[in-house]
């Protein structure tokens, strides 16, 4: 396979493509059928060889362009210059002043894709490298020659030397420029993408209690992943066929064209249940923020689970689904703490609220998400009421902010509610949030 | 790579003979839809094409058919579907049937036999008859393996089969061959073109992306929409025919549930030259709505900016500037 392939291949790995080598291979082959002179036919067949979903088109098209646009092309008019026998000497032989003097673009584009080559400018992964790469390559280039032409003019010490001088710092600057554009190139196709995955994986792992106000647009798109990763998983079919007891009535049906002789069996089959999600959020200060996190999570995955229902509140509970409904996510966030995120949290207020109001909510196929760290003012925690709720819903899932130390001191109710709930958690990251979703609606299948 | 083409798909030369192959039976391809299918013959792989409802995914495996003359093989799929239905089944209504006419032949076949034994492996050297192809009730799949000249495989909506039915496809596909264990192997002596079609319903699994060519096709351009509604319109005058592909595109870029396609265009056209249409004009326009949008909320949505988008797109100017179509 040639190295154009595999290098762009590895650049599409870079930026979160899935290429597997079997793809690779099928992209060979493609290549091999289509060759390399037509670039809207390579592209084309690249493109149904490597890229699998509409995300990957979008980013293989950008990564095609920027990739394609300067390389040679093997089989090109370009490869001509490779094959040039001079480009076999050492690249320390190339005089820089004479190849800047020269003005020959074609020679210089040469001659830099050739010290990226050798100091293998495509491995740069951050983008604090670029200097260094850039810096590598003027020396490769023979930036000392040029240097040592600069030293000698400026000893002359006379009009001309200075002068000279002048030019060559010129043409060291412009040769460090076009260095710096090259390794950008290479940073913007091979780079960047493995800087965006770390920076994610840091993301996913970061206390979001500590997460800026600047991370929130990196947050929402791997909130949004999540979801989406959550809601492939979770929207297979409903129904399970249960094997082994038989379905008398259909089977009679289905064979009553044979003489109702059972040649094909029907089995009973299970429906799934559909998932129904109540979410019940303390809006008060200290855990406003994971709130936001939660509700954006569940909120996107609303296809999925259509039977959700979100309650919030620090002393009343304020039904907040049309909010959510009716408003974008950042200014139904805010709505909501402005309704509900006043006055000093009381957890039994909120259970009696959800008793009189909603209880015809709360089903045999019902799972209760609380977020709170159940400090109450020391005001009655009404536990009878949500005891009963636990017994009325299929699971009862605690989610509290607050590191397990913490739980029971002062005026946490915490160690009073937890025989109650099916499962209690601390959620400190998004990665947290995402397990416990993913466990509410695995109880599902 | 392949020199030389397999028996059925001899037109399928290079890309240009497929767009105008596929062009001379009606269908108006792109560049990147006549590369899959090149390179499907090239690879001899599946083509998975996902894209929005009415775009011609399904209508290109059709016309591939149409077009090299070799048979179209139409898998449906639904949540549910099994071997059974996609493979092959014994017709065990026809194996019943027969039995019972033949049990009075019984006794002449087995009369002269002294023990139970013998009697069983005398009956035992005629279970062949009765497991042999006469009996088999042969599906999309196994017929597609036994067109001797080729053939198209579509496995429609394959987004609505189960998984287990997606990894079972894989196998079948892998070395398009099956396995009947009473018959034997049959192996598709030209493998046939195999086109999956999704509407993305459910994500696919990745081993079956991997495995086969991914091709997306969009709703299409300004120019192409006006080729295939030409070409699938007869008598439609090109005036009339700009107009309403303009407005047809605007349409597209709002914000609306479910966007036109060209489904929707070609029947809007019909309707257009049905009510003698000539140029478009509001009142058409709003009475003939319903034909290309099919929620009463986008209806709604338009309505209002009908005369806008008519009066934009009879004097030729797109009504969206700078919004190309997604």
Known sequence: MDRQITSFIRALRASDVRVSTGEALDAARAVSVTGYADRNFLKDALRCTLAKSPDEVVTFDELFEAYFATRDIPGGKSSDTQSDPGSDAPYTDIDPVELMESGDEAAIAAALERAADAVDADDIRFSTQVAYFAQQMVKQMGGEKLQERLMQAFQERSEEGEAEAERLIEMRRDLTLRARERVQRSYDIFGKGETEQFRNDFAENKKLSAIELSDMARMKVLVARIAKRLAVKHSRRRRKKNRGQLDVRRTMRANAGVDGVPFNVVWRQKRRERPKIVVICDVSGSVARYVRFLLLLLWSMKDVVPDMHAFAFSNKLVDVDDILEDNPFEHAMDIILRVAGMGSTDYGQAWSDLKTNHESLIDRRTTIIVLGDGRSNYDDPRTDLFRDFSARAKRTIWLNPEPLAAWGTGDSEIPRYRPYCSTMNHVATLKDLERAVDDVLSAYS | ?326
């Open chain 2, 1 to 326: 790579m392949t020199k030389t083409i397999p028996t059925g798909y001899e037109p399928m030369t290079s890309i240009e003979a497929i767009t105008s192959g596929l062009e001379s039976v009606g269908y108006i391809s792109t560049q990147q839809i006549s590369t899959a299918v090149f390179l499907a013959l090239g690879l001899r792989k599946p083509i998975l094409i996902e894209g929005p409802a009415g775009v011609g995914k399904t209508d290109l495996a059709a016309s591939l058919s149409r077009w090299l003359d070799v048979p179209l093989l139409r898998l449906q799929c639904y949540e549910g579907l099994d071997e059974g239905k996609a493979l092959y089944e014994w017709k065990y209504g026809k194996q019943l049937l027969y039995t019972q006419l033949l049990k009075e032949k019984l006794n002449e076949v087995v009369g002269d036999e002294k023990s139970l034994e013998s009697s069983l492996a005398k009956l035992g050297s005629f279970e062949d008859l009765f497991f042999s192809e006469q009996f088999l009730e042969s599906r999309p799949l196994l017929t597609a393996m036994r067109q001797s000249a080729g053939s198209v495989l579509l496995v429609d909506e394959i987004d609505k089969s189960d998984e287990e039915f997606e990894a079972f496809l894989l196998e079948v596909l892998s070395d398009y061959q099956v396995t009947v264990p009473e018959i034997g192997t049959i192996k598709a002596n030209v493998p046939p073109i195999v086109i999956l079609t999704s509407n993305n319903v459910r994500e696919l699994g990745d081993a079956l992306k991997r495995r086969c060519l991914h091709l997306h096709i969009g709703f299409p351009d300004h120019k192409r929409e006006q080729r295939i509604v030409q070409a699938r319109v007869e008598g439609i005058s090109e005036d009339l025919l700009n107009q309403m592909v303009g407005f047809v595109q605007s349409v597209r870029d709002m914000d609306i549930k479910k966007r036109p396609s060209i489904a929707e265009t070609v029947d809007w056209a019909k309707t257009l030259l049905l009510l003698h249409a000539n140029a478009l004009d509001e009142v058409f326009v709003r009475d003939t709505l319903n034909v290309l949008l099919k929620h009463e909320s986008d209806i709604a949505a338009v309505s209002g900016d009908v005369p806008k988008l008519v009066r934009e797109a009879t004097s030729g100017k797109p009504a969206y500037p700078g919004q190309m179509a997604r």
